[in-house]
């Protein structure tokens, strides 16, 4: 299994970034992709293209961006950085302005799931904002993300994501298992945000029988959407994929469980 750390190397990592607009945060993800050997310099413009093309959907949390592209020859091998800005940028998010940037290439669709999993679980802990936010060295951060344990720790008191989630009043889906698509515009990034936000959701419900998650594009999600009961994605993404025949239900933090759960709400009716 890729850990998180294994694929964010401390050379990839800077706490005091600069950028005048949402292209130069992008563009100092890139460099650092660059300079590591990860990528080429097309695949930093790769990353802007798909914001140009798809909305600003990479910005899955307040303040956090998750810059990627679709698996390219511009990519050498698997792996990410990570930028804090000293001065946030506007994306044209609901969840602006945007002071930490994170950079992934994927070789292919499969080996950085394990890590996107993690990190999805870091940020769902009650505190981690916070730390990620004040952390003062790229092996402080390194630690942190390797000891998810640490991210919990900071806490100050707030409840537990777990617990932020309630049981659902009544009753479960009246067929199983179904399935429900998370869609992003190259399905390798923040799909994956989601789809373990959504999972965390299920399994406080106890749920997981009878409902399967599956991260996708959006191209595969037309494909797909008769597999399925349901779509969660963001709003630019669900402007593109118009009328599937099925429900789309639209998130602006994919890292919030309370979000996801009024969704899930709504969409059972529970």
Avoid at 207 to 233: H, M
Wanted: glycine letters at 8%.
């Amino acid at each position: 299994m890729t850990s998180l750390v294994d694929l964010l190397p401390s050379e990839a990592i800077d706490l005091h970034g600069h950028a005048d607009d949402w292209r130069a945060a992008l563009r100092a993800a890139g460099d650092l992709l660059v300079a590591t050997g990860v990528t080429t310099p097309e695949y930093t413009a790769e990353m802007i293209g798909n914001v140009e093309e798809n909305g600003p959907y990479i910005v899955i949390a307040p303040g956090f961006a998750f810059a990627h592209a679709r698996p390219s020859p511009a990519v050498n091998r698997t792996g990410m950085s990570w930028v804090r800005l000293d001065k946030p940028v506007d994306f044209g998010s609901p969840n602006d302005p945007v002071d930490l940037v994170v950079g992934l290439a994927a070789a292919d669709s499969g080996v950085h799931t394990d890590a996107m999993a993690a990190l999805a679980k870091v940020l769902l802990e009650p505190g981690a904002e916070q730390l990620l936010r004040t952390v003062e060295t790229p092996r402080q951060l390194r630690a942190l993300l390797l000891d998810e344990a640490a991210i919990a720790g900071g806490s100050t008191g707030k409840a537990t994501a777990a617990k932020a989630v309630a049981a659902p009043a009544a009753g479960k889906p009246h067929s199983g298992p179904m399935k429900i698509l998370t869609v992003c515009g190259n399905g390798v990034g923040t799909s994956l945000f989601l789809k373990s936000t959504l999972e965390s959701v299920l399994d406080r419900w106890h749920w997981t029988p009878y409902l399967t998650v599956e991260a996708t594009d959006t191209i595969s999600a037309k494909g797909k959407a008769s597999e399925a009961v349901a779509v969660l994605t963001s709003g630019e993404i669900a402007k593109t994929l118009g009328d599937l025949g099925i429900p789309v239900r639209v998130i602006e933090n994919f890292t919030s469980a309370a979000e996801v759960d009024r969704a899930m709400r709504e969409l059972f009716d529970v």
